[in-house]
């Protein structure tokens, strides 16, 4: 082998390295650059689910509003599927149920723990332990105009008519106040933005003792509600509780029909008081002296007699005289 080709081939190994030694090179760089770059980013997470959760501490047997709930976002990786997710049911169609057991704020509402409208047993989950529900008739009057929904405070008036010795009267009584309804019809719930509509009836939750009362007034006369504001201050002088926890109470105030109308007599006026004073006419006949009041009564007076004459004086001529006297009268 010649000089010349020995020369050549080194410089063609050399050349060969230098390549492959500045291809790896760069190879590495290219590879150091990715990687920097992959570093500072995370791979995409699945978004958070929204669940439905308890705005405010539900109760049990509480009946659910639409401000008792909200959707609150929740890890998709540790959700349970008894939940309630946004986009497979509104939020609507869990107001107006019976929560089975109390919910505490952000706590997820999970079906099997509220009783929904219309199912068996809701009636009796709505009721509260010891109470009972009665239904009276309802019209656009005794109901507000249909403006008393599930939920509502009212007050129960009973209107009837008085037989006495005077003849007839009307008079309006409280029988009950702060009474909770629970039904109007066979509503018992509240969809916001709802127009008013007149029941036939409404459903009451009541005490065994105040369910006999509604009942009786029934037969008695016409009933009507008064529907009590939600931002009635708690009565301090009053033991019974106190906003949803509250039971009915029992009336304490009426209007008789002559409170009404100054046209109508009181069938029971209140008595008289006796004059303190009364003008009396004292009348002298002779030596008989007599008292006569306004009234037209006589009363003798002994005392106003004249003194005795002595004896065989002749006796003088018979005088009269009127003397008017104010006294105090005596009680007949």
């Not at 997710?85 to 952000?106: L, M, N, T, Y």
């Not at 008079?171 to 916001?192: G, H, S, W, Y």
């Amino acid at each position: 082998m010649n000089s010349k080709r020995i020369i050549f081939l080194l410089l063609a190994v050399i050349v060969a390295g230098t390549t492959a030694f500045l291809a790896r090179a760069w190879l590495q760089s290219e590879r150091a650059a990715i990687a920097a770059q992959m570093g500072g980013q995370r791979p995409p997470s699945k978004p958070a689910a929204q669940v439905l959760v308890a705005r405010t501490a539900i109760h049990t047997g509480q009946l659910i509003k639409p401000d008792d709930l909200r959707w609150q976002p929740w890890p998709q990786g540790n959700l349970p599927p008894s939940y309630i997710v946004e986009g497979k049911r509104p939020i609507g169609d869990f107001v107006g149920a019976v929560a089975r057991s109390q919910f505490h704020v952000g706590e997820p509402i999970v079906e099997s723990d509220i009783v929904m409208p219309g199912s068996r047993g809701f009636l009796a989950a709505v009721l509260r332990p010891g109470l009972r529900a009665v239904s009276v008739p309802a019209t656009a009057t005794s109901t507000v105009s249909g403006f008393v929904y599930a939920g509502d405070r009212v007050d129960v008036l009973l209107t009837h008519t008085l037989e006495g010795p005077n003849g007839h009267h009307n008079a309006t009584e409280t029988i009950l106040r702060n009474a909770r309804v629970i039904a109007m019809d066979q509503k018992l719930d509240f969809t916001p933005g709802d127009k008013p509509d007149v029941a036939k009836t409404a459903t009451l939750e009541l005490t065994a003792k105040q369910t006999e009362i509604v009942t009786l007034a029934v037969k008695m006369g016409e009933l009507s509600l008064a529907l009590r504001s939600l931002q009635d201050p708690p009565e301090e002088e009053r033991d019974s509780a106190s906003g949803e926890d509250a039971t009915a109470e029992l009336g304490d105030s009426y209007t008789h029909d002559s409170q009404v109308s100054r046209l109508i007599k009181d069938p029971n006026p209140p008595p008289k008081p006796p004059d303190a004073m009364k003008s009396s006419v004292f009348v002298l006949h002779g030596n008989h002296a007599t008292k006569q009041e306004l009234d037209g009564s006589v009363v003798s007076d002994p005392s106003a007699a004249p003194p005795a004459e002595p004896d065989g004086a002749k006796p003088p001529a018979p005088r009269t005289t009127t003397v008017n006297r104010t006294q105090e009268s005596v009680p007949q």
